[in-house]
């Protein structure tokens, strides 16, 4: 088993929501307005090896984004440490501060939104290698046509603007720009989420393909378990801002441990037919302004008792490099 390249260690993100126009002026007539707060990531432990996928996956709102943002620098965590290579991201300086912010890069869900339109391609995929000194003026157009046949585009096209491309194109431009940085590690965040489901599995395809030509790590966000499935090495499940079930992919999908993980599979039609049945979720996932206290999923849960009412249930070692956080693996 290979050493771990990332590790996530007790990290929480809270972010004050924003006051909307009536209650500014409901402050300013003299109201109190309370100030929210949003416990976006609550407490979240999981360890990546070098070279695995971890699939993570939860329902919109759960803290996904929020995570994959943090392990790419984009947001600075509220509590805990994100390592990579062992050294705590966030006491970071100068060159070491950029050199780490460069081998950890994100794939966006929206090629379209990430992608400035008035940037052609190989400004897109250009720009930050020679920001950073990868590639000389003078090496730079061999470089931008090397990063797109990587991704399997033509470079006679690297004039062109993002809109003159189909969506499968725009995700391949999105890949290249992250790659023309030489990381180690992708955060794919709902990466294929907007493509056809054909041009899903060429996407899937050129990440795996990508992962053992350049020796990639992924953490791979998506809301469809369906997804991860066939991509992941493991697969982290979060809930409402908490991780709660982390292990090999295929235990995962043969032996569900925590009720909302085998509710995720009830969802999915093949696996519910073909496999066992467990019952489908229930209800709305509940606000991260307000979450339900004990086990965040209580009210959701099938199997809930007074215990999981009143005490958050730790993430526990409940096999080999299996975990989940459930009141029902204490009592068996
Ligand atoms: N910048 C922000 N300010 C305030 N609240 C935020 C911010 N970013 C995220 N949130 C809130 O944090 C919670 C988690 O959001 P996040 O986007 O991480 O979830 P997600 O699981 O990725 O969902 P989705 O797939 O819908 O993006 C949500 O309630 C969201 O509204």
Same mark, same amino acid.
């Given at each position: ?16 929501? =924003? ?57 600075? +965590? ?30 966006? &869900? ?53 809109? &003159?491309?189909?969506?499968? &194109? ?28 054909? *041009?899903?599995?060429? !996407? ?8 053992? #030509?350049?020796?990639? =790590? ?27 079930? &982390?292990?090999?992919?295929? #235990? !995962?999908?043969?032996? +569900?441990?925590?009720?909302? =993980? ?10 519910? =037919? ?6 489908? *979720? ?8 307000? +979450? ?18 009143? #005490? ?21």
């Amino acid at each position: 088993m290979s050493e771990a390249i990332l590790e996530i260690d007790g990290v929480s993100k809270r972010f004050v929501k =924003t006051l909307d126009l009536a209650e500014r002026a409901a402050r300013m007539l003299g109201a109190t307005v309370r100030e929210l707060t949003v416990h976006a990531v609550d407490g979240v432990d999981l360890s990546i090896r070098k070279g695995e996928v971890m699939g993570l996956v939860g329902e919109s709102g759960c803290g996904k984004s929020t995570l994959g943002r943090m392990v790419a620098g984009l947001h600075p +965590p509220s509590a805990g440490q994100i390592r990579f290579r062992g050294r705590d991201v966030a006491s970071l300086k100068g060159a070491d501060a950029r050199e780490a912010a460069l081998k950890v890069q994100m794939v966006f &869900q929206d090629p379209m939104s990430s992608l400035n339109p008035r940037m052609r391609v190989d400004q897109i995929v250009g720009e930050a290698p020679r920001v950073h000194g990868l590639a000389g003026s003078g090496e730079i157009d061999a470089y931008v046509e090397a990063a797109l046949q990587r991704v399997g585009l033509d470079p006679a096209m690297r004039k062109r603007y993002p809109h &003159q491309f189909s969506g499968g &194109q725009r995700a391949r431009i999105g890949i290249a720009r992250a790659l023309a940085v030489q990381p180690d590690f992708i955060v794919c965040d709902e990466s294929v989420a907007a493509l056809d489901v054909s *041009i899903q599995a060429q !996407i899937l395809n050129l990440f795996m393909d990508l992962r053992e #030509e350049l020796d990639l =790590t992924y953490l791979f966000i998506s809301h469809d378990l369906g997804v991860v499935e066939h991509i992941s090495d493991r697969i982290a499940i979060m809930y409402l801002g908490r991780m709660v079930e &982390q292990g090999a992919s295929e #235990e !995962i999908f043969t032996a +569900p441990n925590h009720p909302y =993980t085998q509710a995720l599979l009830a969802e999915i039609p093949t696996f519910a =037919t073909t496999k066992k049945t467990y019952s489908a *979720i229930k209800g709305e996932i509940p606000s991260p302004i307000d +979450p339900p206290p004990g086990c965040h999923f209580h009210p959701r849960c099938p199997h809930a008792f007074e215990r999981c009412r009143v #005490e958050r249930p730790a993430l526990k070692e409940i096999a080999a490099n299996r975990y989940s956080a459930c009141h029902l693996n204490d009592m068996s």
